[in-house]
């Protein structure tokens, strides 16, 4: 690391308050880029190297919070300095910390070609979890070339234009993961949210528009409110017309299995090539149960799973250096 701590100027030192806001403002933290080719091994290695790193920070940053500031005069540039301060500390707190962000999420095309999606996420307040991009959904987006070759083969047939195929996401939540479909699968993709969210998930659409569209995609957005019929998206009063259905992380509450398997038996085509794909990352038991209660509450609908398996990625909800990795399953469903 480039900096050290014990070069930083240090309260019992006194120094100045322009020493002290230049010190804080390079230990300022940008929002990490996770790229597709970074191993488990590295993202471990990274954190495990990081750690002490990040302790000795935080308690340089309480030193500068908990001190009076005695020997600085100027209250106005006391407060500025515990304001940055602050700042440093929340971004060392995980996402639920920081304020605004603006990320970009490297992808690549069909054909090897790299590009970005730019994604903007709100600060977190209260239970909007869909303004925070999961790295689940990022996960899945890289996997959907794979996906395309092999599960959905059958349906895809990459390096061929397929606009004639829709693409429904529910639970869009930033909508990393249905651009990236779009753009990748050169389809049509309508992403989907609770209408608190939509807000921010048409600024992200409309952001990356041009760069979905120069690779063949086209993308569009409606509210869709699981297990409702009021407030959603008159395109969704006609039923089962989409090919492909993807969603990520989206298995929260006790009544979400349900709601969630509805909302898929409603909108997928009732055609036996049409597919649903699920990725849930397993964080707890309780994450768990939920999964367990989702595949029963979808073969009661008529869709059972014809393949799954276990992915592992990141996030960034924590800071818990000792568990860095998340695993994932990823499930595929067709009707019987």
């Known amino acids: 690391m480039s900096i050290s701590v014990a070069d930083l100027p240090q309260v019992w030192q006194k120094p100045t308050s322009e020493e002290l806001l230049a010190s804080l ?28 790193f990040r302790r000795e920070v935080a308690a340089y940053l309480s030193s500068i919070i908990k001190s009076n500031l005695g020997w600085i005069q100027d209250e106005d540039e006391k407060e500025a300095l515990w304001d940055e301060a602050s700042r440093r500390l929340a971004e060392r707190c995980g996402r639920a910390g920081m304020g605004e962000i603006t990320r970009r999420w490297p992808l690549e095309s069909q054909v090897g070609s790299p590009f970005e999606l730019i994604i903007r996420e ?12 999961w790295g689940s959904s990022y996960l899945l987006a890289q996997s959907l070339g794979k996906i395309a070759e092999g599960p959905l083969s059958h349906l895809f047939h990459l390096g061929r234009p397929k606009q004639s195929w829709n693409v429904l996401e529910l639970g869009s939540g930033t909508g990393l993961l249905g651009m990236a479909a779009a753009a990748i699968w050169q389809a049509n993709v309508v992403l989907t949210d609770l209408p608190n969210i939509m807000p921010n998930l048409t600024h992200n659409i409309e952001r990356n528009r041009p760069t979905i569209e120069a690779l063949g995609g086209e993308v569009d957005s409606g509210a869709l409110i699981w297990g409702s019929n009021d ?9 089962n017309q989409f090919n492909v259905i993807l969603v990520a ?11 969630l398997s509805s909302a898929i038996h409603e909108q997928l085509m009732e055609d036996v090539d049409a597919r649903a794909v699920v990725m849930v990352p397993q964080r707890d038991l309780t994450t768990k149960k939920l999964v367990a209660k989702f ?16 992915l592992v990625g990141q996030d960034d909800w924590d800071e818990d250096e000792e568990s860095p990795g998340i695993e994932c399953w990823l499930a595929i469903f067709g009707r019987r």
């Open 295 to 310: 595949v029963i509450a979808m073969e009661a609908s008529g869709l059972t799973v014809l393949e799954k398996s276990t």
């Open 122 to 133: 709100p600060p977190l307040t209260g239970d909007c979890l869909g303004l925070k991009t």
């Open 25 to 52: 403002q390079r230990l300022k933290v940008d929002p990490p880029i996770w790229s597709p080719r970074t191993s488990r091994k590295v993202i471990l290695e990274t954190y495990q190297n990081a750690a002490q």
């Open 249 to 259: 992380d989206p298995l929260y509450d006790d009544d979400h299995p349900k709601l």
């Open 231 to 239: 407030g959603n998206d008159e395109r969704f009063a006609k039923k």
